[in-house]
């Protein structure tokens, strides 16, 4: 879906992503260097934003500033190396059975040898003393098969326990690896994913797919005024009404910072509309109460952009369309939902 750019492109994006480093002092680290080449790109409109918004206060890119925008934007390294060790675990258990089933094999067929040397020596006249004296073998092998079976029923048991273990461990390093710690819903990672997977089936079956996306209006002014401690439960209760809005085959998900996404299968761009303006209303009957002082915050509003996909776009295109109506809510008051086609015929205007 995506166009990948030329060489030379790449080379001037990341010259670009460089310099703007060097201007405000960032360190070259891989995780700065991913954050501002792709704002150099210009792919990620909300990333784009939300470092806009940082330059027009003029807050330093401090350390943690640029830490918070990687983890917002691209997750966390933590992620993978948690998978990664959790499969190496798994693959240690995998050895050990493997191991233990050859040494089991190999007991087995040292245990038939011996049953069908018995076998042969017994169907011979053999005097009393040697038949005792092969049955007290035969006794003594059948015993050991058995501590060795009772042995490697034992491990297997103590392996099968720690097989479960790791994958409830991987099942849940996997959730947590594409899941937004603060709101619990879906990360941009899920979403980056999510929004393939839904432009390629409504390539397949021919039906609608359709993106809003929602930004919390004035949420800056509400985070400085109160604390970024009541900015977090402001983004839960927003999290919350989107999980409560939505229908099982839609996705929300928390798209960067105070900016949420919802995918639509089967959804036109009219009915796209309909969903967000749902969503606007269920949160403006909501009223924000801080969880742990009960002041009455007031209410909250969000303003929407949606955009339908168009058959073999870019997501990029899409989004930027999503972004452009989003805008244009924004601009035309806020606690509003905007289409595309409202930011075409503002453009339209314009020129």
């Known amino acids: 879906m995506t166009i990948a750019p030329t060489k030379n492109e ?3 994006l990341a010259e670009d992503a460089c ?12 995780h700065n260097y991913t954050v501002w080449y792709n704002y150099a790109a210009g792919t990620m409109p909300a990333l784009k934003r939300s470092i806009d918004a940082i330059m027009a206060t003029q807050t330093p890119f401090a350390e943690a500033v640029n830490a918070e925008l990687y983890k917002h934007y691209f ?24 191991h233990f089933l050859d040494d089991h094999v190999e007991d087995m067929g040292t245990f038939g040898t011996h049953l069908t040397d018995f076998s042969s020596a017994i169907g011979k006249q053999q005097p009393m003393d040697k038949v005792r004296a092969l049955i007290s073998d035969l006794v003594q092998e059948t015993q050991g098969m058995a501590q060795r079976n009772f042995t490697l029923e034992s491990r297997l048991g103590k392996i099968a326990d720690e097989v479960t273990e790791l994958r409830g461990t991987l099942e849940v390093v996997t959730r947590e690896a594409l899941t937004d710690a603060l709101t619990g819903l879906p990360n941009r990672k899920f979403f980056d994913t999510r929004l393939n997977d839904a432009a390629r089936d ?5 039906e609608p797919m359709s993106l809003v ?3 919390i209006d004035f949420f800056k002014r509400f985070n400085d005024s109160f604390g970024h401690l009541i900015g977090d439960q402001v983004l839960k209760l927003v999290a919350r009404t989107l999980s409560d809005s939505v229908k099982g085959r839609d996705t929300p998900a928390r798209y960067g910072g105070e900016e949420f996404a919802v995918i639509l299968p089967r959804t036109t761009l009219a009915q796209s509309a309909i969903v967000a303006d749902q969503i606007r209303n269920a949160m403006m009957k909501r009223k924000f109460v801080g969880k742990d002082t009960r002041e009455d915050y007031g209410g909250i509003t969000l303003s929407f952009g949606t955009a339908q996909y168009r058959a073999h776009e870019s997501l990029e295109d899409l989004i930027a369309r999503a972004d452009a109506a989003l805008y244009h809510a924004k601009r035309e008051g806020r606690n509003r939902v905007s289409t595309e086609l409202n930011a075409a015929g503002l453009a339209a205007r314009a020129s």
Do not use: F, N, W, Y
């Open 10 to 12: 790449a080379a001037k």
């Open 19 to 30: 310099r703007m480093m060097a201007i405000h002092g960032i360190a070259p680290t891989p």
């Open 75 to 98: 997750g966390t390294a933590q992620d993978q190396v948690d998978v990664l060790e959790t499969g190496s675990r798994l693959q240690t258990v995998i050895d050990q059975v493997r």
């Open 202 to 206: 409504s390539l397949h079956d021919k």
């Open 213 to 215: 996306l929602c930004d």
